[in-house]
């Protein structure tokens, strides 16, 4: 069956670097992009951005350029996402999803701490 | 950007109750929407795809409907199961925009 396992929760401090991982089975990777999402303690969803799976092209949401970096392995289907010199406000749960309508294949979601 | 305005943010409701939850957007979208529902702790599921079709396993007391630029989600009859979040999300148009969402709790 189709499912997307995300890396486990991270502890980080401000400045540092975390990388997450979104690991694909049950289908073929390159055929779907990978979307990527993230939510806020207690907020609603916000689009991030999406990368190409085929191509390695990411593209990038206005309020996550710069810091965000999406990536592939695509040898081991798996995306990830990286944020780079972590602030207070990206203190948040990462989702990833298959980039395909109805979006019905997510991952359970990585959560972020932010806590020097 | 195109905004997606949802309404409420939240709403105590009983069971039994019929409930519509509302996205308007800024600029034409089509029927280029999703609704999710989203428990806590729990990733989203689709509830709603194209703005009026059911997705795969979601109970018909689940529908969607369109009237311009005004989309809504409507539960025929409230059960317990369905307290959730509830988010639409446009992606007509780059960038895809998520509606703030509705907490949708029981009376």
């Known amino acids: 069956q189709i499912q997307l396992v995300q890396s486990g929760p991270e502890l980080k401090k401000p400045g540092e670097s975390v990388k997450i991982s979104c690991k694909a089975s049950?289908?073929?990777?390159?055929?779907?992009?990978m979307y990527w999402v993230k939510q806020a303690p207690g907020q609603g969803l916000q689009y991030m951005g999406w990368?190409?799976?085929?191509?390695?092209?990411?593209t990038y949401a206005d309020d996550f350029k710069g810091r965000f970096v999406f990536f592939l392995e695509t040898s081991a289907s798996t995306a990830y996402l990286q944020i780079n010199n972590l602030k207070n406000e990206d203190m948040a749960t990462y989702f990833c999803?298959?980039?395909?309508?109805?979006?019905?294949?997510w991952g359970q979601g990585v959560m972020v701490t932010v806590s020097s | 950007d195109i905004q997606m305005t949802q309404s409420p943010s939240s709403m105590s409701a009983s069971l039994g109750d019929r409930v519509t939850i509302t996205c308007q957007a800024s600029?034409?979208?089509?029927?280029?929407l999703i609704w999710f529902q989203q428990k806590p702790g729990k990733s989203p599921r689709p509830m709603i795809y194209?703005?009026?079709n059911l997705a795969n396993g979601v109970p018909s007391r689940f529908s969607g409907s369109r009237s311009g630029s005004d989309y809504s989600l409507t539960i025929s009859s409230l059960e317990s199961e369905d307290m959730a979040d509830y988010h639409c999300?446009?992606?007509?148009?780059?960038?895809?925009?998520f509606g703030a969402g509705t907490k949708l709790e029981l009376k």
């Open positions: 999803a298959r980039r395909s309508i109805p979006f019905d294949y």
């Open positions: 049950g289908y073929t990777f390159t055929n779907y992009g």
């Open positions: 990368i190409n799976t085929e191509t390695g092209k990411p």
């Open positions: 600029q034409d979208i089509g029927n280029n």
């Open positions: 194209y703005a009026t």
């Open positions: 999300l446009q992606y007509k148009q780059y960038p895809d925009t």
